[in-house]
């Protein structure tokens, strides 16, 4: 099983935020935007390859990306429903 610290350090390291530890991300934090981490679409493709490479899930219905890269527990929670 997947926990939210697991997915926030591959975040983390994916997207080069070397200044940032897991523990400064909140579980529920909005991750795009201006309201939360302020990640932007180019984070999205990102993150959509770590889930593929780290994790072995793919995204699959486009029109749920908005629910489910919300925040770090929506994503742990996807992942987690498709290793399953």
Request: hydrophobic share 40%.
């Amino acid at each position: 099983m997947v926990t939210t610290h697991d997915l926030k350090e591959k975040i983390i390291a994916g997207l080069g935020l070397e200044d940032m530890e897991p523990d400064e991300i909140g579980d529920d934090m909005v991750l795009f935007g201006d309201d939360g981490l302020g990640l932007d679409s180019v984070d999205a493709i990102e993150i959509t390859l770590i889930l593929e490479k780290e994790f072995g899930v793919k995204v699959t219905n486009m029109d749920e990306n908005k629910n489910i890269f919300e925040t770090p527990n929506t994503l742990v929670n996807y992942i987690n429903e498709q290793k399953a």
